[in-house]
């Protein structure tokens, strides 16, 4: 009698952040004594385009929750409040963070790209962001 191996239901994006999770618990537990100074510059460098790629995907789904307003279930009278409420995140913080998914959801997919690609850092898209905000209309 053979079994068969159901394929996990589990969204793409819920399953990539179990690996994630699981990559970074196991990299919390090892020492970094033993690398060469190349290895720890490459692990800093590779570190770099993990924190770009991983702010890439929460700014995409905290877009997609303010699109959905999913804040106001839990009594929360913005996507900002939400993130506050949900993270204890600072105010400010929340406040940037929707503004820069918007912004880069709506009108700066290159730096959205490049934000994903490891290429550029959240601090860099929002430099971007407020940038090309703060020109004069043409």
């Not at 179990?18 to 618990?25: F, H, I, N, Q």
């Not at 590779?46 to 995409?60: F, G, H, N, Q, S």
């Not at 105010?91 to 880069?104: I, R």
Request: a negative charge; glycine letters at 10%; charged letters at 15%.
């Amino acid at each position: 009698m053979s079994q068969t191996v159901l394929p996990s239901l589990r969204h793409p994006l819920l399953a990539a952040m179990d690996a994630v999770g699981s990559g970074l618990t196991a990299a919390v537990d090892a020492d970094c004594w033993p690398l060469s100074d190349a290895e720890v510059g490459q692990l800093l460098d590779e570190i770099d385009v993990a924190e770009a790629r991983l702010a890439a995907v929460k700014l995409t789904a905290v877009a997609e929750a303010d699109r959905r307003g999913p804040g106001r279930a839990d009594g929360a009278p913005s996507t900002a409040g939400w993130l506050r409420q949900r993270h204890l995140t600072h105010p400010g913080a929340a406040a940037s963070t929707v503004a820069l998914a918007g912004a880069l959801d709506r009108h700066c997919q290159g730096t959205a790209a490049a934000l994903a690609g490891g290429r550029l850092s959240a601090g860099h898209a929002q430099v971007i962001v407020a940038t090309l905000a703060a020109l004069p209309p043409v």
